[in-house]
């Protein structure tokens, strides 16, 4: 989960029931979450190329 560190406004808390004090305990930094997954694809390069389709 990612945690950018913006207000969450409380409209969409209510649809995703994401709210700042979840993601300040269990969110990561973007840059954390980022360098993790492109290891992950690094390790597993057969799925690195399908990756790109994802984003």
């Not at 305990?25 to 990756?51: C, I, N």
């Amino acid at each position: 989960m990612l945690h950018h560190g913006v207000a969450i406004p409380p409209e969409a808390a209510q649809v995703n029931g994401y709210t700042r004090k979840i993601l300040e305990r269990d969110g990561e930094p973007p840059l954390t979450v980022y360098d993790t997954f492109a290891a992950y694809l690094e390790h597993g390069k057969s799925y690195g190329r399908f990756a790109a389709l994802m984003w």
